[in-house]
Nanobody, 123 residues
């Protein structure tokens, strides 16, 4: 069974930085894309950033220029460096993996979600 485990959340002051990581486990063979979504209090879940196994990235307009997503394919791990954090970035951040193949014989997963990690931006 494929699992995503996030780490690196916490409390940070406005203007500060934080780095999140997410590791996929479960005899992974391939993951087409990995990324992050977030859900702020009282709001719907929204896309934040994504990266393909080829390294192509896409960002939500709200985080462009402040967040950087990267990926280590060998370790099946995705990272997100968040700079210039704002109070409106406060949310639970979920790691996602799309088009996952794992195990022998191979099992296909259309989408996998992590449990989420809380990021609070406050003075």
């Amino acid at each position: 069974q494929v699992q995503l485990v996030e780490s690196g959340g916490g409390l940070v002051q406005p203007g500060g930085s934080l780095r999140l990581s997410c590791a996929a486990s479960g005899s992974i063979l391939s993951i087409e894309s990995m990324g992050w979504r977030r859900q702020a209090p009282g709001k719907e879940r929204e896309f934040v950033a994504g990266i393909t196994d080829g390294g192509s990235t896409v960002y939500a307009n709200s985080v462009k220029g402040r967040f950087t997503i990267s990926r280590d394919n060998a370790q099946n791990t995705v990272y997100r460096q968040m700079n210039s954090l704002k109070p409106e970035d406060t949310a639970v951040y979920f790691c996602t993996a799309v088009d996952v193949r794992s195990g022998t014989p191979s099992t296909y997963y259309r989408g996998v979600w992590g449990q989420g990690t809380l990021v609070t931006v406050s003075s």
